[in-house]
């Protein structure tokens, strides 16, 4: 097959920090090509240079055979590589049509045409055999969709190379299974396809060939028929990674209710009831895994539990001390630690440093604060102490926390909580768009926070992880718990019955 694009040396440096070092990658014409590594690796930089939003320091990008000089992402869209970004670029109150053709909208003597504009948009879908409604606004439709709608605007404009950045980082089980058969359904039109991922399964289950790139430089390139997940995690991290963390282990947990959730009820904006009666219990040295379907209530559960919305009914006690509807800062005075479902909108402020990040919420711990004073000494001594026993890489660590990977201000989070020594641990979506390295990371630091006789309360879409970590799993269905099962003697498909609403055996 034609190489299609093609970077010979590509060096991409922001000041003395070398980003990219001489990569040499060829793609294929219509072909998957999948890119891996660790968070930090230079993947997200290299796709960029692709897309024309940053210009190389030195190298050159061949489309084709032929030099391609780019000055922006139009110059991109115009010689036919477009890119999906890992945070949707959509407006929620325009509807799906208007969004796939804002900046390129269709007009009739100065006027927009919304009829023609509407029919070129149910062809443009019926051409690429999506599942989606035009009409629908973004504002009510999945995630999932809305990633149709960043896909469907650069098919719009003609792309013949599509570059994906973490695609599936927040979509359900679901998700990724129908956008994975879209990719290859479109790589079987003519696309080139270009995935940056962390999912080993997936880049197995749809990927041509894989490049792994690991400190900016690329170190292998196998065509997936002839390489394993293992290999690949090998390559990644450079030494042999447990790619499934297990808690066997682990010592028995204490016969004590450290944290009860009794009969809690709350409602929508629309005074509509979204979670009904959920009863739940974590003991001190537990994991308790909640599972289901993503939109069966446990982002409400999670917001319920910890202070951002209001319990309507029903109590939260944490070590025999009622703590329901307390205000998150009072949640953590009380020792509870939170690993919230989005790092940005709930857990990092990205106009802050890291080191200010490193205390957020925390302001009266670890003597970093006197008399309404901050102690900035005392608090970037706390940063680098954070950065070294949690392997945060940085090329600031006093810089702004906008400037790290996914799972670098993931990670950030995970050693502001932990460090805090909590009772309980709220997590949500831990490791949610991190890649394998610290993946594995994650899963041992909570463990050993189980260990330690502390409560864990996992909520993760990921079913592998909820199997492998805990030692009770509770399953959620249309808001409310359908049933609790042992994971140890629990099939994966048994539980998967449960989050499509099959009543357990004997009935509940």
Same mark, same amino acid.
């Given at each position: %097959?034609?190489?299609?694009?093609?970077? =010979?040396?590509?060096?991409?440096?922001?000041?003395?920090?070398?980003?990219?070092?001489?990569? *040499?990658?060829?793609?294929?014409?219509?072909?998957?090509? +999948?890119?891996?590594?660790?968070?930090?690796?230079?993947?997200?930089?290299?796709? *960029?240079?692709?897309?024309?939003?940053?210009?190389?320091?030195?190298?050159?990008?061949?489309?084709?055979?032929?030099?391609?000089?780019?000055?922006?992402?139009?110059?991109?869209?115009?010689?036919?590589?477009?890119?999906?970004?890992?945070?949707?670029? #959509?407006?929620?109150?325009?509807?799906?049509?208007?969004?796939? #053709?804002?900046?390129?909208?269709?007009?009739?003597?100065?006027?927009?045409?919304? !009829?023609?504009?509407?029919? =070129?948009?149910?062809?443009?879908?019926?051409?690429?055999?999506?599942?989606? /409604?035009?009409?629908?606004?973004?504002?009510?439709?999945?995630?999932?969709? +809305?990633?149709?709608?960043?896909?469907?605007?650069?098919?719009?404009?003609?792309?013949?190379?599509?570059?994906?950045?973490?695609?599936?980082?927040?979509?359900?089980?679901?998700?990724?299974?129908?956008?994975?058969?879209?990719?290859?359904?479109?790589?079987?039109?003519?696309?080139?396809?270009?995935?940056?991922?962390?999912?080993?399964?997936?880049?197995?289950?749809?990927?041509?060939?894989?490049?792994?790139?690991?400190?900016?430089?690329?170190?292998?390139?196998?065509?997936?028929? /002839?390489?394993?997940?293992?290999?690949?995690?090998? %390559?990644?991290?450079? !030494?042999?990674?447990?790619?499934?963390?297990?808690?066997?282990?682990?010592?028995?947990?204490?016969?004590?209710?450290?944290?009860?959730?009794?009969?809690? +009820?709350?409602?929508?904006?629309?005074?509509?009831?979204?979670?009904?009666?959920?009863?739940?219990?974590?003991?001190?040295?537990?994991?308790?895994?909640?599972?289901?379907?993503?939109?069966? $209530?446990? &982002?409400?559960?999670?917001?319920?539990?910890?202070?951002?919305?209001?319990?309507?009914?029903?109590?939260?006690?944490?070590?025999?001390?009622?703590?329901? *509807?307390?205000? @998150?800062?009072?949640?953590?005075?009380?020792?509870?630690?939170?690993? @919230?479902?989005?790092?940005?909108?709930?857990?990092?402020?990205?106009?802050? &440093?890291?080191?200010?990040? +490193?205390?957020?919420?925390?302001?009266?711990?670890?003597?970093?604060?006197?008399?309404?004073?901050?102690?900035?000494?005392?608090? !970037?001594?706390?940063?680098? /102490?954070?950065?070294?026993?949690?392997?945060?890489?940085?090329?600031?660590?006093?810089?702004?926390? &906008?400037?790290?990977? $996914?799972?670098?201000?993931?990670?950030?989070?995970?050693?502001?909580?932990?460090?805090?020594?909590?009772?309980?641990?709220?997590?949500?979506?831990?490791? !949610?768009?991190? /890649?394998?390295?610290?993946?594995?990371?994650?899963?041992?630091?909570?463990?050993?926070?189980?260990?330690?006789? =502390?409560?864990?309360?996992?909520? &993760?879409?990921?079913?592998?992880?909820?199997?492998?970590?805990?030692?009770?799993?509770?399953?959620?269905?249309? $808001?409310?718990?359908?049933?609790?099962?042992?994971?140890?003697?629990?099939?994966?498909?048994?539980?998967?019955?449960? %989050?499509?609403?099959? =009543?357990?055996?004997? $009935?509940?």
């Amino acid at each position: %097959m034609s190489i299609i694009i093609e970077t =010979k040396n590509l060096t991409k440096k922001f000041g003395d920090f070398i980003a990219n070092n001489n990569i *040499n990658i060829q793609v294929e014409k219509q072909e998957i090509k +999948c890119i891996v590594g660790e968070n930090g690796a230079g993947k997200s930089t290299l796709m *960029n240079m692709l897309y024309g939003v940053h210009k190389p320091t030195s190298g050159k990008i061949l489309l084709n055979g032929k030099e391609l000089v780019m000055n922006s992402p139009t110059d991109a869209i115009r010689n036919g590589i477009g890119m999906v970004h890992q945070h949707f670029k #959509l407006v929620p109150s325009l509807s799906v049509y208007e969004n796939i #053709l804002l900046g390129s909208e269709i007009t009739k003597r100065g006027l927009i045409d919304r !009829r023609v504009e509407i029919e =070129k948009v149910k062809k443009l879908i019926e051409q690429y055999h999506f599942q989606i /409604d035009p009409m629908d606004k973004i504002q009510d439709i999945s995630v999932g969709l +809305c990633q149709q709608v960043e896909i469907l605007k650069m098919l719009y404009r003609n792309v013949d190379i599509l570059i994906l950045d973490e695609p599936t980082a927040v979509l359900t089980p679901q998700e990724v299974d129908q956008l994975m058969e879209n990719l290859m359904a479109l790589r079987d039109q003519g696309k080139t396809i270009i995935v940056i991922t962390h999912k080993l399964r997936e880049v197995m289950y749809m990927g041509d060939s894989v490049t792994v790139i690991k400190s900016g430089q690329v170190i292998g390139n196998v065509k997936t028929k /002839d390489t394993n997940e293992t290999e690949l995690a090998q %390559m990644m991290v450079g !030494r042999d990674v447990v790619l499934t963390v297990r808690n066997e282990a682990g010592p028995k947990p204490q016969d004590v209710e450290a944290y009860r959730v009794e009969n809690i +009820c709350t409602v929508n904006d629309a005074n509509q009831e979204i979670l009904h009666n959920v009863t739940l219990s974590v003991k001190k040295g537990e994991v308790l895994g909640i599972a289901g379907v993503e939109g069966n $209530g446990q &982002s409400e559960l999670i917001k319920v539990l910890t202070g951002v919305m209001e319990v309507t009914k029903g109590k939260v006690t944490l070590n025999g001390k009622d703590v329901t *509807n307390a205000w @998150p800062d009072k949640l953590r005075k009380f020792g509870i630690g939170i690993i @919230p479902e989005d790092r940005y909108a709930q857990g990092l402020c990205k106009d802050m &440093s890291i080191p200010e990040n +490193c205390i957020a919420g925390y302001f009266d711990t670890h003597d970093v604060c006197k008399k309404g004073v901050l102690k900035g000494r005392k608090i !970037r001594q706390l940063c680098d /102490d954070f950065i070294e026993k949690y392997d945060i890489r940085v090329s600031d660590k006093y810089g702004l926390i &906008s400037q790290l990977s $996914g799972g670098n201000a993931q990670k950030v989070i995970i050693a502001r909580e932990f460090e805090n020594n909590p009772d309980l641990i709220i997590a949500c979506q831990p490791t !949610r768009g991190v /890649d394998i390295g610290s993946i594995e990371f994650i899963h041992r630091q909570l463990l050993a926070l189980r260990n330690s006789g =502390k409560a864990v309360l996992l909520i &993760s879409s990921e079913l592998s992880e909820i199997m492998s970590l805990s030692d009770r799993v509770a399953v959620m269905y249309k $808001g409310g718990i359908i049933g609790e099962v042992d994971p140890s003697v629990t099939s994966s498909e048994e539980i998967g019955l449960l %989050m499509a609403g099959a =009543k357990m055996k004997g $009935g509940e």
